[in-house]
């Protein structure tokens, strides 16, 4: 499913002449039960992006990590007095950062990290 999306996000953005796309990771790609997962999955369709990006004239403005959807965020992520939330928050921002390099990302959204 998230394959199709990303199919059908590009043809929307050829036919629309969209200049420029943002993302949470959680909204292109399924959440898994363990970051390692999640990141797995994030990997692939990150991958197929980039493909996208090397013939589309749309490019990625910015991605961000969605830490307020998953109820383990409930008492925040950098926020959260329980160190596993506030380390799995830090990996998925990590990651984010990784992500904003390998697309050429022209901002890094990190919404609420002190």
Excluded at 93 to 107: A, L, P, W, Y
Aim: hydrophobic residues 40%; charged residues 25%.
């Amino acid at each position: 499913m998230a394959k199709a999306r990303v199919e059908a996000a590009f043809e929307f953005f050829e036919k629309l002449n969209v200049p420029f796309f943002c993302f949470h990771d959680v909204d292109i790609a399924p959440e898994g039960d363990t970051l390692r997962e999640t990141n797995k999955n994030l990997d692939i369709i990150v991958s197929m992006i980039e493909e996208y990006m090397k013939t589309s004239k749309t490019k990625l403005l910015w991605n961000t990590a969605n830490m307020f959807s998953n109820p383990r965020f409930v008492h925040g992520a950098a926020t959260s007095c329980n160190a596993n939330v506030f380390a799995y928050a830090a990996g998925k921002v990590k990651k984010r950062i990784r992500n904003r390099q390998t697309t050429r990302s022209r901002k890094l959204c990190v919404l609420g990290w002190p």
